[in-house]
C-alpha cells in the first residue's frame, strides 16, 4: 500500500488561505461565502441524518406517507439520489450544473453547485423515509459494541478516501474557495496513494460497507443497503470511462496495477508506471 500524504490537506490550506491573500471584489467574495455556510451546512445535515437514520436501521424518519404507497414513495427515495448523482456528472448534467449558479459563476462554483444537490438528495432521502415499523434484529451488549465499532470503521474508511480523493472537491469548497480568490478551480491530480493504492474505487466501496455493518436491521435498511451497494458496484464503470479519456494511458496503467473494488490478498498489486 503505497501511504497517504499530506499533500491533500496542504493543498486544502492553501486553497483556503488563498482568500485571505487575494480576495474577491465585495459582492463576488459574498456569493462565495454564501455558497460556502450553504454547502458545507447541507453537508454536514445529510451526513449526520445519514449516520443516525441507519443506525436505528431505518426505523426513525419523519415520512408518514400510509402502506402500501409508502413503499414506492421509498423506492423513489432511493432512486433519485443515484440517477442524478450519475446524470450531474456527465457532460450534459455539467452543463446543467453551470445553469443552476449565477451566470458568470456557474462553472467555476460546479463542484459547490454538485455537492448541494448532492447532500440535499440524501438529506431527502433519509428524513422522509417512511418507517415499515419492522425491526428484524437490534444488536445489545458486545453485540451493539462490535457493529457500533465496524460502523464508525466504514464512516472513517470514507472520510480517508474523500481525503486521499482530494477533500477540496469531495467536500463542494473547491467551488466556492475559488470564486473567493478570483482562481480558477484546479483539481487534484488523478489518486493512487492511500487506500486508492489498494482498490481503484473506495469511496464507492467504504459508501457501500455503511450500509451493511449496522447494529439494527430491517427490511428498509435491506433495501437501502442492496440498492445502493448495486449503484456503488455498477456506477464506477462511468466514472472510470471519463477517467481514461481524462487521463489515457497513466489511468490505464492504473487499472492494469490496483483492483476496481476487491483488494488483492495473496497476489501482490503490480507497481503503477
Wanted: glycine share 6%; proline share 7%.
Amino acid at each position: 500500500m503505497k501511504r497517504s500524504t499530506m499533500k491533500p490537506l496542504r493543498q486544502l490550506l492553501r486553497l483556503g488561505l488563498g482568500i485571505f491573500r487575494t480576495p474577491a471584489p465585495p459582492r463576488q467574495l459574498v456569493l462565495a461565502l454564501a455558497y460556502g455556510v450553504l454547502c458545507h451546512s447541507v453537508f454536514a445535515t445529510a451526513v449526520i441524518a445519514m449516520i443516525v437514520a441507519m443506525f436505528y436501521g431505518l426505523s426513525e424518519s419523519f415520512g408518514t406517507v400510509p402502506a402500501p404507497w409508502s413503499i414506492l414513495v421509498n423506492l423513489a427515495l432511493i432512486l433519485q439520489f443515484p440517477l442524478m448523482h450519475s446524470f450531474l456528472l456527465s457532460k450534459r448534467g455539467g452543463a446543467c450544473l453551470v445553469r443552476l449558479a449565477p451566470k458568470r459563476h456557474g462553472s467555476v462554483l460546479a463542484t459547490t453547485t454538485y455537492a448541494i444537490i448532492a447532500s440535499l438528495q440524501l438529506l431527502a432521502l433519509f428524513a422522509l423515509w417512511t418507517p415499515s415499523g419492522i425491526i428484524w434484529w437490534q444488536a445489545e451488549g458486545i453485540a451493539l459494541v462490535l457493529m457500533t465499532g465496524l460502523y464508525g470503521m466504514s464512516w472513517l474508511l470514507l472520510i480517508w478516501a474523500s481525503y486521499d480523493a482530494g477533500a477540496e472537491v469531495q467536500s463542494g469548497a473547491l467551488g466556492w474557495m475559488s470564486l473567493a480568490q478570483r482562481a480558477k478551480p484546479v483539481f487534484p491530480a488523478m489518486p493512487t496513494r492511500g487506500l486508492f493504492s489498494i482498490i481503484r474505487q473506495p469511496i464507492y466501496v467504504s459508501f457501500a460497507l455503511t450500509t451493511w455493518t449496522v447494529p439494527t436491521w430491517s427490511p428498509d435498511q435491506l433495501l437501502l443497503a442492496i440498492m445502493l451497494t448495486a449503484y456503488c458496484l455498477g456506477a464506477p464503470v462511468l466514472k472510470e470511462r471519463r477517467f481514461t479519456k481524462r487521463y489515457g494511458a497513466k489511468f490505464e496503467d492504473y487499472q492494469k496495477a490496483v483492483p476496481y473494488a476487491v483488494p488483492h490478498i495473496a497476489k501482490p498489486a503490480r507497481p503503477i508506471k
